[in-house]
């Protein structure tokens, strides 16, 4: 028998599933499942593993007890058999005879059912919170904290409600015990820890601070609205298991494992009432299980929830999984997965010599671990009730969720400083790897360029190549080629320029000649050059946006493509009469005066010089007198690329 089971197969039950109870008749086998509320029934050859009938649904189990199922179980062979007498009478026959059996089965598991609904093993009760425990006798127990006061009871209760310990093959660790040991100060607990990953560990100091404070950290998750995760990585015999087993030993209620499959992982997440932890070795070739890498991705940030379709025999239904908690890998290598690892602490392991062999450990090594971990479950009942510090650090994005929990964690201890001082070392250096990338580069070359103004493309070309030390072969003059980034060509760069300044593409005209520029909005900008540390550069960017207008000294016209303009349209540009006036040569800085720009409408006339595809309807008069025509659509492109210029038109009155 088979209660809540919602799964599609059989044959994907578990062991534990598969036990029930039920009439087994040589092979055949009364399959009695609760589901919503009602009970179904049908016949299973086992020995065949065949369905011999579709399901029979009654409301209320008591129909099968009070002398109904002489009629449902014939009902049941009547979809098997032409002629069923036969057998229903000796199949009622054997029903009378277990009849007494039959009722004590039923009434054992319902109470086994109700009993299942109401275990937990962490939570807050009338009496306080509470963690489940082993005691002396291996028997599960709670332990409560309350004012003060720790003591042991079989059972809590929750408005009315009694829940009991879930029983030890429940839970793949080992169990907490209640030991008479005073608790000791943060500050020592802490180096009781360090001190066992400092035995086991050939690791430089600042990682295992890393490592033991995440051991706290997984003891407060609750108080955090993101959680950090680790990923040693390394050589065989390069201690990635080791670390593995000491956060088994430390952490709070862990699951570890091998390459655990995606299923197990969502079974153990739904299955708490509390915020566990994941441990897993071997994790390379985690890219091709997609539902184990949603796990990953999401379950960082507090509320995170995977959903997933549970196929049943007459339907669907979603479930949603909540994957937030402290998760610890190792492999190999770092899967390339976009997203994936920027999520990890990332920890390199290579060959060492520690203090002590984790394989030399002794009984007394274990007793002194599980005292550690005791103390630690007592440390997090008696913190329930008080919350981390809110932390205002200098870091941003990534950094600050992965960090800052770890510093709330870590606050008030010695090893604040260090790990604080880690994490800005670590940034500076993370933003001397930006700098000294190709985008890097572009970033720095477009922010001392501009000044308010269309960037011409020739410009950010010439001081590129200077500032890569790049040469430009005579019969390539599209490529460059550089010492650090072999082959650079200017359509490379027009993508960056787009894809991370967010640059937009225009022609114009200087000194008579159609020049290819770039369009910066300033706010962006600022922002980029933030981000790859360019602070010199933030402080030299004017202080309002200016209007378009560009000056050039001895540019001449250079005929190259990146994207801009075909050739077609611009000789289409060429044979413009006068009336094709230019932008003018410079707009000077105008401090906080607003530029005013004035326009009109007009006749359409000849195709706009600007995208050569539509006819120009409008003329705009710039402040130094200077006009441009525009069709409707340029010219609705340019109010909105320029929205700090007072746009004043002559007809509307605007």
Avoid at 404 to 420: C, E, H, S, T
Wanted: proline share 5%; glycine share 6%; with cysteine.
């Amino acid at each position: 028998m088979i209660l809540e089971r919602e799964v599609v197969h059989y044959s994907e039950l578990t062991d534990t599933q598969q036990k029930g109870i039920g009439l087994g008749l040589h092979d055949w086998f009364l399959d009695v499942e609760k589901r919503n509320g009602n009970w179904k029934l049908q016949l299973l050859d086992l020995n065949l593993g065949e369905v011999l009938s579709s399901r029979i649904t009654i409301k209320d189990f008591e129909e099968l007890k009070n002398g109904k199922k002489t009629k449902i179980l014939r009902d049941l062979i009547k979809q098997r058999w032409e002629n069923p007498d036969q057998i229903c009478d000796w199949m009622i026959l054997e029903i009378q005879k277990r009849d007494y059996q039959w009722r004590e089965d039923i009434e054992e598991l319902e109470e086994t059912e109700q009993t299942r609904e109401k275990r937990k093993i962490s939570g807050l009760s009338d009496e306080g919170y509470f963690e489940a425990i082993a005691d002396e006798y291996f028997e599960p127990k709670f332990l409560i904290y309350n004012k003060g006061t720790f003591k042991v009871a079989d059972s809590v209760s929750v408005n009315s409600y009694i829940y009991i310990p879930k029983e030890l093959n429940q839970i793949p660790y080992s169990p907490y015990r209640c030991d008479d040991d005073p608790l000791p100060n943060l500050e020592e607990l802490y180096q009781m820890i360090y001190q066992e990953f400092d035995y086991h560990l050939d690791l430089e100091t600042i990682w295992k601070n890393v490592l033991c404070t995440c051991v706290l950290l997984t003891y407060q998750q609750e108080k955090v609205q993101s959680v950090p995760y680790i990923f040693m990585y390394g050589d065989n015999e390069s201690g990635k298991t080791t670390v593995l087993e000491l956060l088994n030993e430390f952490c709070y209620r862990p699951m570890f494992g091998v390459t655990v499959p995606a299923a197990d992982l969502y079974g153990y997440l739904e299955d708490a009432d509390c915020i566990l932890t994941i441990l897993e070795d071997e994790i390379q070739g985690v890219e091709k299980e997609v539902d184990k890498i949603k796990i990953y991705k999401s379950g960082y940030k507090k509320g995170a929830v995977v959903p997933r379709t549970i196929l049943l025999p007459h339907g669907r239904v979603i479930r949603y999984y909540n994957t937030f908690c402290f998760k610890a890998v190792a492999g190999e290598r770092i899967p390339l997965i976009k997203g994936f690892a920027e999520r990890f602490v990332q920890i390199p392991m290579i060959q060492g010599y520690p203090k002590k062999e984790w394989a030399d450990n002794t009984l007394t090594d274990m007793e002194r671990f599980r005292k550690i971990r005791n103390m630690l479950l007592k440390w997090r009942l008696q913190t329930r009730d008080e919350p981390l510090p809110n932390l205002e650090l200098p870091f941003k994005g990534r950094v600050k969720e992965i960090w800052k929990p770890l510093l709330q964690v870590a606050y008030g201890l010695r090893v604040y400083q260090a790990l604080f001082d880690h994490v800005d070392n670590q940034i500076k250096e993370r933003v001397e790897r930006s700098k000294n990338t190709l985008e890097g580069k572009i970033v720095k070359v477009v922010g001392s360029l501009y000044h308010g103004r269309p960037v011409p493309f020739k410009a950010i070309w010439e001081t590129l190549q200077d500032e890569l030390e790049g040469t430009v072969d005579s019969k390539k003059p599209h490529a460059m080629h550089t010492p650090d980034f072999d082959e650079v060509t200017k359509k490379v760069i027009g993508y960056r320029l787009r894809e991370i300044l967010k640059g937009e593409r225009d022609t114009i005209r200087v000194e008579g000649e159609p020049t290819k520029v770039w369009l910066f909005d300033r706010e962006n900008l600022l922002r980029v050059l933030r981000k790859y540390g360019y602070q010199e550069l933030v402080t030299k960017l004017p202080m309002l946006p200016i209007s378009e207008g560009v000056h050039v000294e001895n540019q001449s016209s250079e005929n190259f493509e990146i994207g801009f303009v075909s050739e077609k349209k611009r000789d289409l540009r060429e044979q413009k009469s006068e009336k094709n006036t230019n932008i003018p040569l410079e707009i000077s800085n105008i401090g906080n005066t607003v530029t005013a720009w004035l326009w009109r409408q007009v006749k359409p006339s000849e195709k706009c010089e600007l995208c050569g595809s539509f006819p120009v309807e409008y003329e705009i008069t710039m402040d130094d007198g200077s006009v441009l025509r525009r069709c409707p659509k340029c010219f609705n492109d340019m109010r909105t690329k320029f929205v700090k210029v007072a746009w004043k038109g002559e007809a509307s009155g605007d």
